[in-house]
């Protein structure tokens, strides 16, 4: 007679602890999103990550020749807040992690990271969506941009990543799509 009870209230106590945890849980995924690492695709550029390196940022499998660290990075948008912070892929401390781009008329700039994104006033930090796997800035008419564009370095096989506001055409440089998918390797999978 005893027993019965006992057990249903033991098992009331379990769902509780279950019912809690699984709350606890959905209320981490809302607060950060982890969005990956970004891959640029265009001609000539197949899908190479995109990193930070001195505070800017590159494309491409190694470091450009001048530079002083370098790091693959991931994503995160903190809070749903569009705004984008980086955390390096190995064990460097990065000195800036919000990602940024400069939007003024006429600017063809690298885009990079800032350590004080409240202070930039000339830069974008804000805005920043992944729309279907793409990285995309949604301007102030809510209108999707995409202005990237992969500009060669001293090194080969590395370019910077740059922000075309007005799509000013460069003979050297190429349109990117900055998305959040891996290249799939040739000659892997099924044969
Ligand atoms: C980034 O990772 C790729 C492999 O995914 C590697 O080839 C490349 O050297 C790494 N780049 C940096 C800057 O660590
Ligand atoms: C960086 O780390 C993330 C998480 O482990 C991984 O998904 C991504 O492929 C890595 N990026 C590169 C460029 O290797």
Avoid: C
């Avoid at 990075?73 to 990065?94: G, I």
């Avoid at 370019?159 to 440089?173: E, H, I």
Wanted: a negative charge; aromatic letters at 10%; hydrophobic letters at 45%.
């Amino acid at each position: 007679m005893f027993l019965p009870i006992l057990s249903s209230a033991f098992a009331l106590a379990l769902f509780a602890i279950n019912a809690n945890s699984a709350a606890l849980s959905n209320r981490q995924a809302t607060t950060e999103t982890v969005l990956g690492s970004f891959y640029a695709y265009g001609e000539g550029v197949d899908g190479l990550p995109v990193f930070w390196s001195d505070e800017t940022a590159f494309i491409g499998l190694q470091p450009p020749e001048d530079s002083t660290t370098a790091a693959n990075v991931t994503f995160h948008d903190e809070s749903d807040s569009t705004t984008l912070t980086v955390t390096a892929n190995d064990t460097e401390t990065l000195s800036a992690t919000t990602f940024f781009v400069d939007n003024s008329a006429g600017a063809f700039e690298p885009a990079g990271f800032t350590s004080t994104p409240e202070s930039a006033d000339e830069l974008v930090t804000s805005g920043f969506i992944v729309f279907g796997n793409q990285l995309v800035l949604v301007d102030d008419t809510g209108a999707l941009e995409q202005l990237w564009w992969a500009v060669p370095t001293a090194t080969d096989g590395v370019w910077s990543l740059r922000w075309n506001v007005d799509t000013v055409t460069d003979d050297n440089a190429v349109p990117v799509v900055v998305k959040n998918v891996a290249p799939v390797p040739i000659g892997v999978g099924t044969s």
